[in-house]
């Protein structure tokens, strides 16, 4: 019988040739194979970082804790060599944002993040709590505090790898994602900025919270405000061809109007969420708290609506507000009707370049895998930042940030299986749009 000292070597060299063998059927090169091993070895760093972030509450009115975040990743892009700027956001009426940026060769990229969430410096849910199954529950777990570290962790792996440099980086993380700061044009200059300088933009949002799936089409975000106003008088004499129907009649015909022409629109959504109508009526659009008084026997005077209107593309929402004018426009006897549309998210519309990356996204996931990637359904994906970047460029990916559910909920809970996971197809995907791809 042999000696185990002389059959372990024999076994060890035959495991090798078989990890070398599944690792070359992976269609990964070996720098792509030294960007995976990096990831892997970083994940107690990485979790660490995430709780870092997500123990500093930056609701985003909470200027002094979006600051804390932004200086945290601050130090995180120094330490690679980035040249690191505050932007500050008094101008904005926000804490401001926070842009990192490396290298002046290869392709231009622009990564986006935020460092806001929705909860509130008064919050009962502060603190990042680990728990059974790989998974982490906290504010902003997923939303988006994961998805920056994701982005800290990539730039590492490509360091580590000495591709780093191969590369143009921006990193934009703004302060005021869930809650925009005015004016618009103030509040989104340095990303637009940055997103005219980039041929690509990546967003690391958490897109349906489906590790299977990305996002390459946002429905942009408008809200609107109806007012209708009418001649008062007794309610005996509605209808009268001298008085009208009344105001809120006619808001009752333009809203079925609009319902009836538009519910049935793929990927556009159009939702009245506060009514207020009677003799006299006020509406408070920062609090969306109104009042009306009026008498049952008394025809209304005035009626206000306010709500919002999503669509997939620019041409689409320009179709819908056209169709919207002429609804409008055939009014009851009687009244007036004027509608105001105030913009706030564009759309990410589906480009061919956002599919040509999903394309490539999907090939590195397969490459290390994970199999396929598809795109996320607009209807499920909300509007983010890179709806002001996606026009800019020719190619836009978001959704590939740190996965799991509950986001802008108390039961917000991250799923760190994929926190290695989607560094790893970022950063492999990046290494391979590198200066070839320009």
Same mark, same amino acid.
């Given at each position: 019988?042999?000696?185990?000292?002389?059959?372990?070597?024999? +076994?060890?060299?035959?495991?090798?040739?078989? /990890?070398? %063998?599944?690792?070359?059927? %992976?269609? !990964?090169?070996?720098?792509?194979?030294?960007?995976?091993?990096?990831?892997? #070895?970083?994940?107690?760093?990485?979790?660490?970082? +995430?709780?870092?972030?997500?123990?500093?509450?930056?609701? %985003?009115?909470?200027?002094?804790?979006?600051?804390?975040?932004?200086?945290?990743?601050?130090?995180?892009?120094?330490?690679?060599?980035?040249?690191?700027?505050?932007?500050?956001?008094?101008?904005?009426?926000?804490?401001?944002?926070?842009?990192?940026?490396?290298?002046?060769?290869?392709?231009?990229?622009?990564?986006?993040?935020?460092?806001?969430?929705?909860?509130?410096?008064?919050?009962?849910?502060?603190?990042?709590?680990?728990?059974?199954?790989?998974?982490?529950?906290?504010?902003?777990?997923?939303?988006?505090?994961?998805?920056?570290?994701i982005i800290v962790q990539v730039l590492r792996a490509l360091d580590a790898a000495g591709v780093l440099d191969q590369l143009s980086i921006r990193v934009v993380?703004?302060?005021?994602?869930?809650?925009?700061?005015?004016?618009?044009?103030?509040?989104? !200059?340095?990303?637009?900025?940055?997103?005219?300088?980039?041929?690509?933009?990546?967003?690391?949002?958490?897109?349906?919270?489906?590790?299977?799936?990305?996002?390459?089409?946002?429905?942009?975000?408008?809200?609107?405000?109806?007012?209708?106003?009418?001649?008062?008088?007794?309610?005996?004499?509605?209808?009268? #061809?001298?008085?009208?129907?009344?105001?809120?009649?006619?808001?009752?015909?333009?809203?079925?109007?609009?319902?009836?022409?538009?519910?049935?629109?793929?990927? !556009? %959504?159009?939702?009245?969420?506060?009514?207020?109508?009677?003799?006299?009526?006020?509406?408070?659009?920062?609090? #969306?708290?109104?009042?009306?008084?009026?008498?049952?026997? /008394?025809?209304?005077?005035?009626?206000?609506?306010?709500?919002?209107?999503?669509?997939?593309?620019?041409?689409?929402?320009?179709?819908?507000?056209?169709?919207?004018?002429?609804?409008?426009?055939?009014?009851?006897?009687?009244?007036?009707?004027?509608?105001?549309?105030?913009?706030?998210?564009?759309?990410?519309?589906?480009?061919?370049?956002?599919?040509?990356?999903?394309?490539?996204?999907?090939?590195? #996931?397969?490459?290390?895998?994970?199999?396929?990637?598809?795109?996320?359904?607009?209807?499920?994906?909300?509007?983010?930042?890179?709806?002001?970047?996606?026009?800019?460029?020719?190619?836009?990916?978001?959704?590939?940030g740190l996965m799991g559910r509950g986001g802008h909920t108390q039961d917000e809970t991250a799923d760190l299986a994929t926190l290695s996971l989607q560094t790893?197809?970022?950063?492999?995907?990046?290494?391979?749009?590198?200066?070839?791809?320009?």
């Amino acid at each position: 019988m042999r000696s185990l000292i002389h059959i372990v070597p024999g +076994l060890l060299c035959l495991t090798l040739v078989l /990890v070398h %063998t599944a690792l070359a059927d %992976t269609g !990964l090169d070996p720098v792509e194979l030294s960007i995976v091993s990096h990831v892997d #070895s970083e994940q107690r760093r990485a979790v660490a970082l +995430l709780e870092e972030v997500v123990n500093i509450n930056s609701g %985003t009115m909470n200027l002094a804790g979006v600051r804390r975040v932004g200086e945290v990743f601050a130090r995180e892009f120094s330490t690679l060599g980035f040249d690191v700027e505050w932007i500050e956001g008094a101008a904005f009426n926000r804490a401001g944002h926070l842009v990192a940026a490396r290298g002046e060769q290869g392709v231009r990229l622009l990564l986006i993040g935020h460092l806001d969430t929705v909860f509130a410096a008064d919050s009962k849910f502060q603190q990042l709590e680990l728990l059974p199954g790989n998974y982490a529950k906290g504010p902003g777990t997923t939303d988006m505090k994961g998805g920056d570290v994701i982005i800290v962790q990539v730039l590492r792996a490509l360091d580590a790898a000495g591709v780093l440099d191969q590369l143009s980086i921006r990193v934009v993380m703004t302060g005021d994602e869930e809650d925009r700061g005015e004016p618009l044009e103030l509040a989104n !200059l340095a990303l637009i900025d940055a997103a005219r300088w980039a041929d690509i933009a990546i967003g690391f949002e958490d897109g349906d919270g489906d590790p299977e799936t990305a996002v390459v089409s946002r429905r942009g975000y408008a809200s609107w405000q109806l007012s209708v106003s009418a001649t008062p008088a007794h309610s005996s004499q509605i209808f009268r #061809s001298d008085i009208g129907d009344g105001a809120i009649f006619e808001a009752a015909r333009v809203l079925e109007g609009f319902r009836v022409a538009l519910s049935g629109v793929p990927n !556009l %959504t159009f939702n009245p969420g506060v009514i207020v109508g009677g003799t006299e009526v006020a509406l408070d659009a920062d609090t #969306s708290r109104g009042r009306a008084f009026g008498k049952d026997n /008394v025809i209304a005077k005035s009626v206000l609506v306010t709500g919002d209107i999503r669509a997939v593309s620019p041409e689409q929402l320009a179709d819908a507000k056209a169709r919207m004018r002429g609804i409008l426009a055939r009014h009851l006897s009687g009244t007036d009707t004027e509608m105001v549309f105030s913009d706030g998210y564009p759309p990410m519309a589906p480009s061919a370049g956002n599919l040509k990356l999903l394309e490539l996204y999907s090939q590195v #996931s397969q490459a290390l895998g994970a199999g396929p990637v598809t795109a996320v359904d607009p209807r499920k994906a909300g509007a983010a930042d890179i709806s002001f970047a996606a026009r800019h460029v020719r190619m836009a990916l978001d959704g590939v940030g740190l996965m799991g559910r509950g986001g802008h909920t108390q039961d917000e809970t991250a799923d760190l299986a994929t926190l290695s996971l989607q560094t790893k197809r970022a950063a492999v995907l990046m290494y391979r749009l590198g200066p070839s791809s320009r």
